[in-house]
């Protein structure tokens, strides 16, 4: 196990810190929060930094990195939902897409086909990424920095909000589309039957 690799593994627990976090209401839970998601999204970029600069590259670390990726924001997502803060049927459509395209990989690699990351797939998860951001920043800025300042926040805290659903649904769209592009560009890999 080296470096990368622990380095993107520990996106699995931060990501439970994170959810539990999300649901305390205690000062400062929601910048911890807030913080522990950007140090794993900081390292998300890290692991892949690190493992090209010291040629530590393997199967199990592109593999574990699009798994942990996708465990570490569907979670958060998912908690967002029980939070009331998206609705279940938009993550909905970011699971099923994750499960078809997972499902599509290993049917490729039972063939023996590697279905690499696409320019499609990576942009759909920085935006993810991004909107996940935007919506935890909300209520570290509502409840912890507008109670250490005791300055009202509200207005701003609304339209950081709305950012947020804004670029969530632009996830989405990148979450169809990219899948969409997987499904034709290896259709006949998937859908040939013959092995």
């Not at 807030?34 to 592109?62: E, M, N």
């Not at 909107?131 to 570290?140: I, N, Q, R, W, Y």
Request: proline letters at 3%; charged letters at 15%; hydrophobic letters at 55%.
């Amino acid at each position: 196990m080296n470096l990368p690799n622990l380095i993107t593994l520990s996106r699995i627990p931060l990501m439970f810190l994170v959810v539990w976090l999300m649901y305390e209401g205690w000062t400062g839970a929601a910048t911890l929060a807030f913080w522990l998601f950007i140090l794993a999204a900081v390292g998300d970029w890290l692991d892949g930094y690190i493992a090209r600069k010291q040629k530590l590259i393997s199967t199990f670390g592109k593999f574990m990195d699009a798994l942990t990726d996708k465990i570490f924001v569907i979670g958060i997502m998912i908690a967002f939902v029980e939070l009331g803060t998206l609705p279940v049927y938009w993550v909905l459509i970011v699971l099923c897409r994750e499960f078809l395209i997972s499902g599509m990989r290993m049917m490729a690699a039972a063939k023996g086909v590697v279905v690499a990351a696409e320019r499609g797939g990576k942009t759909k998860t920085l935006t993810q990424l991004i909107a996940v951001g935007f919506l935890l920043f909300v209520p570290m800025l509502q409840n912890d920095v507008a109670y250490w300042l005791r300055l009202d926040f509200s207005p701003y805290g609304s339209y950081i909000h709305y950012t947020g659903l804004g670029l969530f649904v632009m996830g989405m769209y990148f979450t169809v589309r990219s899948g969409w592009d997987y499904i034709v560009k290896y259709r006949a890999v998937v859908f040939d039957e013959q092995t």
